[in-house]
């Protein structure tokens, strides 16, 4: 009796996409690109180890010595930070786990690459820019080009929406409501929606745009020069060059790296210094949950500041430790 021959790699990677995450998980088109792009290292870095080309690649090659090796070359080689090293291996993990329920032969492979642990890593506080420094980014754009009007418009959306990148360039012209009360509808991560509402200075800002280069409703609101949804590599060029114009006026913004998710941190830190209750700003910035938004609390040393001066501090008198041993007072000098 012939023993049972386990599916190849390529058909279980081609049904796990299929079948698992598009089909059953309904998952994102972000969610498919962010595991297409991890298994497209992967590969490439199983071609490069063990000479074969992905269609050659065999179930057991994948084993947990091997996935060590490529976290650690995402990390030595290709310099990824802990979190993006995480991030690739949450895709295999997943791909993983699929495999252990489809294909009870490499059970005892998928278990070992799933015991993995994910790395730990810190969380440093969160950065912000001041109300001066994000203005003077919003009207760096050159209004008298399309793309500078576009761009102020883009970042004064930004700016009032919190949006993250993937939800601003998504947003289409039926995603906006301007009479009678300026809003727009975003959708965020796990296909959550959420309704922002709008200044009144974006509001007309939005008007004039859509005025003199209308587009059809289901267009993007923030096209790129061929009509079609702006990337995330062209709206983080168009940000790299309103910070450089906004140095021109405060040259310590050219030391700042100053990023995409920066200005979305600058909202909530400006709403909660203006007394906004935390659970609005968790709302507002579609956080699944205001434990995320604690961490903007943390950062803000001028609420810690009021706090500590509307607390009295002790009136015991401080009291000096001196050693009493000659061991003592050797430990107490080194």
Not at 103 to 119: R, Y
Not at 310 to 320: E, I, K, N, T
């Amino acid at each position: 009796m012939s023993r049972p021959v386990p599916q190849p790699f390529p058909v279980l990677l081609q049904r796990f996409f299929v079948q698992r995450l598009v089909q059953q998980q309904h998952v994102t088109p972000c969610t498919v690109t962010a595991y297409r792009d991890s298994f497209r290292l992967l590969l490439a870095f199983a071609h490069q180890r063990l000479q074969k080309r992905p269609s050659d690649i065999a179930l057991e090659d994948l084993n947990a010595s091997f996935i060590l090796d490529f976290l650690n070359h995402l990390e030595v080689d290709r310099h990824n930070c802990s979190r993006s090293r995480n991030a690739r291996f949450a895709a295999i993990r997943s791909f993983m786990e699929y495999v252990s329920f489809e294909e009870p032969l490499a059970l005892g492979l998928a278990q070992s690459v799933l015991a993995i642990p994910m790395k730990r890593f810190e969380q440093p506080l969160v950065g912000f820019l001041s109300r001066e420094h994000i203005e003077a980014i919003l009207a760096a754009p050159d209004a008298s080009t399309w793309t500078g009007q576009r761009d102020r418009v883009m970042l004064t959306v930004l700016y009032n929406t919190g949006a993250r990148v993937s939800e601003l360039i998504g947003m289409r012209v039926s995603d906006l409501t301007l009479e009678p009360s300026a809003w727009v509808q975003i959708r965020g991560k796990g296909r959550k929606e959420r309704s922002v509402p709008l200044w009144t200075g974006t509001a007309k800002e939005l008007k004039r745009w859509l005025h003199h280069y209308p587009h059809a409703p289901d267009e993007p609101l923030f096209p790129g020069r061929s009509g079609r949804t702006l990337t995330r590599v062209g709206f983080t060029e168009r940000l790299k060059l309103a910070v450089k114009l906004a140095a021109h006026r405060y040259p310590e913004l050219a030391k700042k790296r100053v990023f995409n998710h920066l200005i979305r941190h600058s909202v909530a830190m400006h709403m909660l210094q203006s007394g906004v209750d935390i659970t609005v700003i968790a709302l507002w910035l579609g956080h699944e949950s205001p434990v995320t938004t604690h961490r903007y609390v943390e950062a803000d040393l001028e609420m810690k500041d009021r706090a500590l001066k509307a607390l009295q501090g002790p009136s015991c008198p401080s009291v000096r430790y001196r050693p009493k041993d000659d061991v003592l007072r050797f430990l107490q000098s080194l």
